[in-house]
């Protein structure tokens, strides 16, 4: 009887070799918040945005179309079709810039001020940057050298990508509100530097998507 009460424990707590899976991911995660400090609880918070994806991805297209739908149905008809200076990727030049301002007129720049600056564009550039976040850490971790990193760097890792082009959002969205709210602040010298700000932060937009979808090619090939 001794014996067979010591072997049935052993046999018991012998678990099965099993891939990496999303519940050692989490426990890695709650390892690091067992250890306390402030960088690794926002770690932790970090790593758990992978398992809000789906919603977060789902949020950011929705707003995304709402903003495309006022862009092209309402913007633009206040503008007289002049594009508005947040989606022009490859930036504008000075008078470009004047033209739409002059187009819109007051009226239209407090309109887009109060439907875009203050409402929509206040989440949107946080929102997309935890969804790049969260897709940054989904398809990483499908990879063994990303899987093999500690907790806190692979939420450094997704951090450094995306953090950079929420700033330049931001910064972008302010420079052109101030435009709009201000026609006295345009100037050659303001609209130049509204235009790299525009670029920049496209440029920056373009690093953390290229390398989700590098990561999610690379996790369907060693599938």
């Given at each position: 009887?001794p014996?067979?009460?010591?072997?049935?424990?052993?046999t018991?707590r012998?678990?099965a070799?099993?891939?990496i899976t999303?519940?050692?991911?989490?426990r890695?995660?709650d390892q690091?918040?067992r250890q306390?400090g402030?960088?690794?609880?926002l770690?932790?918070?970090?790593l758990?945005l992978s398992?809000h994806?789906a919603?977060l991805?789902?949020a950011?297209i929705?707003l995304?179309l709402a903003m495309?739908a006022?862009?092209?149905?309402y913007f633009?008809?206040?503008?007289?079709?002049l594009?508005?200076?947040?989606?022009r990727?490859?930036?504008?030049t000075?008078?470009?810039?004047?033209a739409?301002?002059?187009?819109?007129?007051?009226?239209?720049?407090?309109?887009?001020?109060?439907?875009?600056?203050?409402?929509?564009?206040?989440l949107?550039p946080?929102?997309?940057?935890?969804?790049?976040?969260?897709?940054i850490?989904v398809?990483?971790?499908r990879?063994?050298t990303f899987?093999?990193?500690?907790?806190q760097?692979?939420?450094?890792?997704?951090?450094?990508?995306?953090?950079?082009y929420?700033?330049?959002d931001?910064a972008?969205?302010?420079?052109v509100?101030?435009l709009?709210?201000d026609?006295?602040?345009?100037n050659?010298?303001?609209?130049a530097?509204?235009s790299?700000?525009?670029?920049?932060?496209?440029a920056?937009?373009?690093i953390?998507?290229?390398?989700i979808?590098?990561?999610?090619?690379a996790?369907?090939?060693w599938?």
């Amino acid at each position: 009887m001794p014996d067979f009460v010591k072997a049935t424990p052993m046999t018991s707590r012998s678990p099965a070799k099993a891939p990496i899976t999303r519940a050692e991911f989490d426990r890695e995660a709650d390892q690091s918040d067992r250890q306390g400090g402030l960088w690794c609880d926002l770690s932790v918070a970090v790593l758990r945005l992978s398992r809000h994806a789906a919603a977060l991805s789902i949020a950011s297209i929705a707003l995304f179309l709402a903003m495309t739908a006022l862009e092209f149905l309402y913007f633009q008809r206040l503008s007289g079709g002049l594009a508005s200076l947040d989606i022009r990727v490859a930036g504008f030049t000075p008078d470009e810039g004047m033209a739409w301002l002059t187009a819109l007129g007051r009226r239209g720049g407090e309109i887009i001020i109060v439907w875009h600056y203050l409402t929509f564009d206040v989440l949107f550039p946080a929102l997309l940057s935890l969804t790049l976040v969260s897709l940054i850490l989904v398809y990483g971790r499908r990879l063994s050298t990303f899987r093999a990193m500690s907790a806190q760097l692979q939420a450094l890792f997704s951090l450094v990508l995306v953090l950079p082009y929420a700033v330049a959002d931001y910064a972008q969205n302010f420079a052109v509100a101030r435009l709009l709210s201000d026609f006295q602040s345009a100037n050659p010298d303001s609209l130049a530097f509204a235009s790299l700000l525009t670029v920049t932060k496209f440029a920056l937009l373009a690093i953390p998507v290229f390398v989700i979808a590098v990561f999610a090619l690379a996790g369907q090939r060693w599938r």
